[in-house]
């Protein structure tokens, strides 16, 4: 079963914008990751945020978690061609370690 | 470091036909996991293992599903007899330890297409 939904289902911008993607959750975590998945390709770790953490960044990404809310962010800025691929968003709800539940998925398009 | 290896890439069976995917994780890393991923869905976590233990099958089809994990190392996952349902991508992913909430290293999958 899927833990959270993730909005858009669908997402299409242009070279140089900025891409954010939505993931809500049912359960309490302790902690909440996103994954990258380029088509044909297994999943990529891209940032792991923990359930006392608020923000994140990597590189160009920036992650916010509000777990009163139980809703976390993924912003992608100036974004590029090669970040076409489905994000995931996945949680440790913390019942069983090192279970991961993954929402379904936003497909991004960057359009050159 | 080489990553998750996985084979075969892509299987094409026919319904009632038996299948073995295989995986081979990270060097070092304890835990292995075999995930379902259905077209247009997030991964859902059939099995665990924590070194050569099952740890959480739960969501494992015991009827027609089975796999082991000997000596801690490659895993196998087997369906027999697959369905035509089971068309899918078969993900095995690896993590260094005991503790939840590790980053899982995913291989390639396997597409299996049942006809």
């Known amino acids: 079963s899927q833990q959270g939904e993730e909005d858009p289902q669908a997402l299409s911008i242009q070279e140089g914008e900025n891409a954010t993607m939505n993931c809500s959750y049912k359960?309490?975590?302790?902690?909440l990751q996103w994954y990258r998945q380029n088509s044909g390709r297994g999943l990529v770790h891209l940032i792991l945020?923990?359930?006392?953490?608020r923000e994140k960044h990597s590189g160009r990404l920036r992650v916010t978690l509000d777990t009163s809310k139980k809703s976390s962010s993924l912003l992608i800025t100036a974004s590029r061609a090669a970040d076409t691929a489905s994000y995931f968003c996945?949680?440790?709800?913390?019942?069983?370690?090192?279970?991961?539940?993954f929402g379904q998925g936003t497909i991004l398009t960057v359009h050159p | 470091e080489a990553g998750v290896v996985q084979s075969p890439r892509y299987k094409i069976i026919e319904k009632k036909q038996p299948v073995a995917f295989w995986c081979n994780p990270i060097?070092?890393?304890?835990?292995l996991y075999w995930y379902l991923q259905n077209l247009g869905q997030g991964p859902e976590l059939l099995i665990r293992?924590?070194?050569?233990?099952?740890?959480?099958d739960s969501q494992l089809p015991k009827d027609r599903f089975s796999a082991e994990r000997l000596k801690g190392v490659d895993s196998t996952l087997k369906i027999q007899p697959a369905e035509l349902g089971d068309s899918a991508v078969y993900l095995c992913?690896?993590?260094?330890?005991?503790?939840?909430?590790?980053?899982?290293?995913f291989g390639p999958g396997t597409r299996l297409l049942v006809l």
């Open positions: 992913a690896s993590s260094p330890g005991l503790a939840g909430g590790e980053t899982q290293y």
């Open positions: 359960t309490s975590i302790n902690n």
């Open positions: 945020i923990r359930s006392n953490e």
């Open positions: 996945a949680t440790d709800e913390g019942t069983s370690y090192g279970k991961l539940t």
């Open positions: 060097s070092g890393h304890n835990t």
């Open positions: 293992y924590e070194n050569e233990e099952a740890v959480d």
